[in-house]
T-cell receptor
């Protein structure tokens, strides 16, 4: 079956612009997670959705970051007024339910802020 | 104190040898443990999960869990150059403020299999 998909795969933007990153979870997966991975670094948790509610937004680094999810489907991560330190790979993962911890990752979006 | 700790490596092993990757975690209440493989420039891929003390084998991979010692390991037998990657340990942990559990990832161990 289809895995987690993310778009775009690469995004280059100028400092100060807004960007939207999209994630399509595996069909039937109700939990969805966003992570950030800077070059050579580990995974940094950003936000988690169960259905379309976000019980844990603790990882969002600043109020420039926000995320939404439509039902148990697509999620969008928005970064406003991008900064160079936002350059990273943004990874989305989904799991069957928040009590099922096996997460399956998408290919990621590589964001470069110039 | 880091919640999930791994040696960053690199761990170098010759082809055909056993690679042993280790992970310790801080939450005694953790029940679910995962190993992910991440090739350079790629996203993490789930390769093993283990919930009970002891060993779990899948092909050349064996996950070992010791909850009393708060220790989980991954053994790779007959290591191949294609096993060269970063291996991430992940553990579910209680998030007290949210009243739920979430998976916390270690920073990973880089494995190099030398032909």
């Amino acid at each position: 079956g289809a895995g987690v998909s993310q778009s775009p795969s690469n995004k280059v933007t100028e400092k100060g612009k807004d960007v939207e990153l999209r994630c399509d979870p595996i069909s039937g997966h109700t939990a969805l997670y966003w992570y950030r991975q800077r070059l050579g670094q580990g995974l940094e948790f950003l936000i988690y959705f169960q259905g379309n509610s976000a019980p844990d937004k603790s990882g969002l680094p600043s109020d420039r970051f926000s995320a939404e999810r439509t039902g148990e489907s697509v999620s969008t991560l928005t970064i406003q007024r991008t900064q160079q330190e936002d350059s990273a790979v943004y990874l989305c993962a989904s799991s069957l339910h928040w009590t099922r911890y096996e997460q399956y990752f998408g290919p990621g979006t590589r964001l470069t802020v110039t | 104190q880091k919640e999930v700790e791994q040696n960053s490596g690199p761990l170098s092993v010759p082809e055909g040898a056993i690679a042993s990757l280790n992970c310790t975690y801080s939450d005694r209440g953790s029940q679910s443990f995962f190993w992910y493989r991440q090739y350079s420039g790629k996203s993490p891929e789930l390769i093993m999960f283990i919930y009970s003390n002891g060993d779990k084998e899948d092909g050349r991979f064996t996950a070992q869990l010791n909850k009393a010692s708060q220790y989980v390991s991954l053994l790779i037998r007959d290591s191949q150059p294609s096993d060269s990657a970063t291996y991430l340990c992940a553990v579910n942990m209680v998030v007290n403020s949210g009243g739920y559990q979430k998976v916390t990832f270690g920073t990973g161990t880089k494995l190099q299999v030398i032909p």
